[in-house]
């Protein structure tokens, strides 16, 4: 069984002793905080549960059709989870409905952990906006690094037509994405339950296998009215591209569903008859839940940024059995590094406790060099305003010692989870696998921030940059109109930085609740399992 033999990791890696005092006005103070924090991502579930509002789900269901989320449950294994991504996509846009018009996900389908794509019919027709297409772009983006067999369901009007602009010249990349899962071994099953018109009809198009629901699933380049502009010629919609011309004319559906029920049996069915294995390693330890109580995570992030947070007191409510074996605890005491494992797969964690500074660096550069030659993923916690600046730091060479740290980071092959906790701000976003570094997840705190710098230092540098080219130009200094602008540009970064603006333009897989940071993590990990975990043998030269 794992974990009982002589390599039990609970025979040896010390458990991390926590100091949180739960009775503490500090502890208190940022509980509330996060609470708080929490709210407006509950306002957000329930928007994106609306599905596009009553009267268009009415409407659907009216039509005999399920609704996008009913159609993925089903297709799920009972009571299986599902790990939900880019949940809030579009969130920063008061003008368009939180989702993405789109559920993208992993769920085991017949065991086989499956990236799940289900377009929305009830939000603006399932159309594809520029936040549907980045998401499906990101899922597809998972699906191919991790190696999870692709299931789409099919119902969408296509291009959001008056959107065309924003999405026409790089959406066509679905397409080609689904091609090249295909070719790269990794299965492609598309279901389609409704209209797949235009490009949307290359949905079913690329994909290796394809079930149509009868009497509902409409294929088509043009739909009878451009047939009719284009050609003069009189069709109806059945005869043009349903699903019974598609299975015995044209060749298109692979199999015939009789309605959407026997469509998602069939979709189970094909999944099962895979044979699919997952080729990375499975768990090598015990999943032993942390010795600490996972709620106190809600108190675990300072609700004052002046306050720092020690972030072993997070590691000890994720880490299985809150074991932690740190390395070179003593150096660089900024940057927590050491092994430990979530549900079973074992984890190099780099985490932050404060400003990065060269030996900082160093060591994160190091570690990245360790976990690569182990074959074994890294966690990155991010709670960083960034390397440290000024004349020491610069004259301590702490730019090429940044560079050795982003270096590993960007040569790094092993699997990337990054959690962000706190802040994110400027080059430690990007050492510590931000978004640009292909991190194979991303998931947020509620709590966190992410910027170049923050509103008040960006207002400040801004205003020093004025002031010094009207002195060269002589030029009176309009201090008023200073104190407006500074006060303009930090509201603007203020609601720039915040975790629902984030995670709305899809800057990250999804905003948790920290009390599912653990199980969120494990299923990532997981999911990242289903691709060999190899680490690279090369890296650029490291400046030294
Ligand atoms: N772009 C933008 N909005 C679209 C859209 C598109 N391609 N397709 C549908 N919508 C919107 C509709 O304007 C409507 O918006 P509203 O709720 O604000 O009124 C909503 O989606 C529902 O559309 P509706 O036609 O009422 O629903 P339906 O279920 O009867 O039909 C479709 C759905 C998709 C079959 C139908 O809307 C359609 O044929 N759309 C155009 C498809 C097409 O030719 N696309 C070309 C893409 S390249």
């Known amino acids: 069984m794992v974990g009982d033999n002589d390599n039990d990791r609970r025979k040896y890696v010390p458990v991390i002793e926590s100091r949180i005092d739960r009775d503490s006005a500090d502890f208190q103070q940022d509980r ?64 368009s409905q939180p989702g993405g018009r789109l559920i993208t996900g992993i769920g085991p389908i017949n065991g086989v952990e499956c990236m799940i794509v289900a377009n ?32 789409t369901l099919v ?62 699933a409409h294929v088509y380049l043009g739909g009878p009215p451009l047939v009719k502009m284009a050609i003069n010629e009189d069709i109806e919609d059945e005869a043009l591209g349903g699903a019974e ?41 015990r999943a032993d839940e942390p010795i600490y109580d996972r709620s106190e995570l809600l108190g675990c992030a300072p609700s004052d940024s002046k306050r720092s947070v020690e972030v072993r007191e997070i590691l000890a409510r994720v880490l299985d059995g809150s074991r932690f074996d740190e390395f070179k605890a003593g150096y660089g005491t900024q940057l927590v590094t050491g092994w430990g494992s979530i549900a079973g797969y074992p984890v190099g964690v780099i985490a932050n406790n ?46 090429k010692d940044g560079a050795k740290m982003i270096n590993a980071v960007s040569n790094s ?10 802040a994110s701000y400027g080059a430690g976003n990007y050492a510590m696998s931000g978004r640009a570094y292909d991190p194979r997840f991303v998931f947020t705190w509620p709590n966190h921030r992410i910027a170049v710098m923050g509103g008040p230092q960006l207002g400040g540098v801004m205003s020093i940059i004025r002031r010094a080219a009207a002195q060269r130009s002589g030029a009176e200094y309009d201090e008023a109109q200073d104190a407006r602008v500074r006060a303009e540009i930090e509201d603007m970064i203020d609601k720039q930085s915040h975790a629902a603006y984030a ?24 999911a990242t399992h289903s691709a060999p975990v190899v680490g690279a043998t090369r890296f650029a030269p490291f400046r030294m």
């Open 155 to 216: 119902e969408s009007g296509g291009a959001d037509l008056p959107r065309q602009a924003d999405t026409f010249a790089f959406g066509g990349r679905i397409f080609r994405d689904i091609s090249r899962l295909s070719a790269a071994g990794i299965p492609t099953i598309s279901l389609v339950f409704g209209s797949s018109t235009a490009g949307g009809a290359y949905l079913p198009g690329m994909s290796e296998y394809t079930v149509l629901v009868k009497n509902a």
């Open 32 to 95: 509330d905080a996060m609470l708080a924090a929490l709210r407006p991502f509950e306002a957000l579930a329930a928007a994106v549960l609306e599905a596009g509002g009553p009267k268009s789900v009415d409407r659907h269901r009216g039509r005999g059709k399920l609704i996008a989320r009913e159609r993925v449950d089903l297709l799920l294994d009972e009571d299986a989870p599902f790990l939900e991504l880019s949940t809030y996509a579009g969130a920063h846009d008061p003008e």
């Open 413 to 422: 092959t092993v699997p990337h989870l990054t959690l962000m906790v706190g």
């Open 354 to 399: 404060g400003i990065l500074f060269s030996a900082e660096a160093n060591k994160g550069a190091h570690f990245i060099q360790l976990a690569n030659a182990r074959d074994i993923p890294l966690l990155f916690v991010q709670n960083i305003t960034g390397f440290m600046v000024g004349s020491a730091a610069e004259h301590g060479g702490i730019i």
């Open 503 to 526: 995670t709305g333009r899809q800057w990250d897989d999804g905003v948790i609740d920290p009390r599912n940071t653990r199980t969120i993590l494990g299923l990532a990990l997981s």
């Open 120 to 151: 929305q019919p009830t939000v603006k027709g399932g159309s594809l906006n520029p936040d549907a297409v980045a998401k499906q772009l990101r899922a597809f983006d998972i699906a191919h690094r991790n190696r999870l067999p692709l299931v």
């Open 245 to 285: 011309m598609h299975s015995r004319t044209s060749g298109l559906a692979d199999y015939l569903a009789d309605d959407e029920r026997h469509a998602i049996r069939l979709g189970r069915q094909i999944v099962g008859d895979l044979g699919w294995r997952k080729s990375g390693p499975p768990p090598s330890s």
